[in-house]
């Protein structure tokens, strides 16, 4: 019993830290409607695209993340440096931002010229796309 009861209180815990991401309605001041990704730390815009518009390299990640962890894995595309960038959410990793990849599917930790902090301070236009 004492078991059971710490997994829920930790369960629940890991959901406080990463928060959970989904696309909601806001109204504005000027009464537009603005979907945004209500996430922990930001509120990102969200235009949901269909598999069929991404990379064939994302979809196959998502889809091994997925059949993998069983959990939500959610993509973002950002931009950086005039070049279309995406990050990968998956709440398994020991990392926060190992799943980020240009638009080729190359990983940036294997690329030595980048500075992930670097891409991150200066990236734009953040996104949220796709969830699986």
Known sequence: MIMKKALVIMFIGLLTMTG???????????GKQENTVMGTFLDIPC????SESLPEWLVTRVGSLDELT???????QFEWNGSIWYFISNPLNSCMFCEIYDKSGNNADGQEEISKDELLRASTNWKFIFYR
């Open 70 to 76: 069983g959990m939500r894995i959610e993509v973002y």
């Open 20 to 30: 959970f991401a989904s696309c909601s309605s806001t109204d504005e001041d000027e």
């Open 47 to 50: 235009e949901k695209v269909s």
